[in-house]
């Protein structure tokens, strides 16, 4: 059991002092593990246009757990599980997801930083709550997140209310380098980046 003066510690700082460190939350352990992923991102300099990026236009049909895959303006880096490029019935949406119902782990950063980004997203068929947080650019921190549950009933991705829009605005000097996902089986269709 916790003392009250520990409880108020881990509460007040974003680091408490304890003898050993904290591990970084997935996503942030693959850059900590892997720091030349930096390498494919400009911390510098903004975005300075503009960008969709729709997964209708992958090349590839799977990222592999514990890889890096570079698509258009964003880099996506797996967790223990990998990714897969799917597609409807229909052939109506293509969206990145998890292979597995839980426990996914991705980080999708951004090559430069931008002010807004909304992602496009299917929550009908999670399998377990999902974590969606957007990453300040320079420390990776998460200066906002959204939870969703999971649904008492799975919908198919062409079902009504299966996609729903996630917009950040970021304020001036915190712009957004990345996404993190972690939990239930989000379908991303598309990300918008905006100066």
């Known amino acids: 059991m916790m003392s009250p003066g520990t409880a108020h510690a881990s509460l007040k700082y974003d680091s408490p002092s304890i003898a050993s460190r904290p591990k970084p939350k997935p996503g942030l352990r693959q850059l900590a593990d892997h ?37 258009e303006e964003l880099v996506l880096v797996t967790g223990k599980t990998g990714l897969l490029v799917s597609r409807t019935r229909d052939d109506a949406h293509a969206y990145l997801t998890g292979i597995k119902g839980h426990h996914n782990e991705c980080l999708i950063l951004f090559r430069h930083a931008y002010g807004k980004v909304s992602c496009r997203l299917g929550i009908g068929n999670l399998g377990a709550d999902a974590h969606v947080g957007f990453l300040t650019h320079g420390t990776f921190k998460e200066a906002w997140h959204a939870a969703y549950g999971r649904q008492p009933e799975a919908r198919a991705p062409e079902d009504r209310g299966f996609w729903t829009d996630l917009p950040y605005e970021a304020t001036e000097l915190n712009e957004l380098q990345g996404i993190v996902w972690r939990g239930g089986t989000l379908c991303i269709e598309r990300i918008t980046l905006e100066p």
Request: no cysteine; proline share 5%; net charge neutral.
């Open 35 to 71: 720091p030349e992923i930096l390498g494919h991102i400009d911390q510098r300099r903004l975005g300075s246009h503009g960008a969709t990026v729709d997964f209708a236009r992958a090349r590839f049909h799977s990222v592999p757990a514990n890889a890096v895959e570079i698509f």
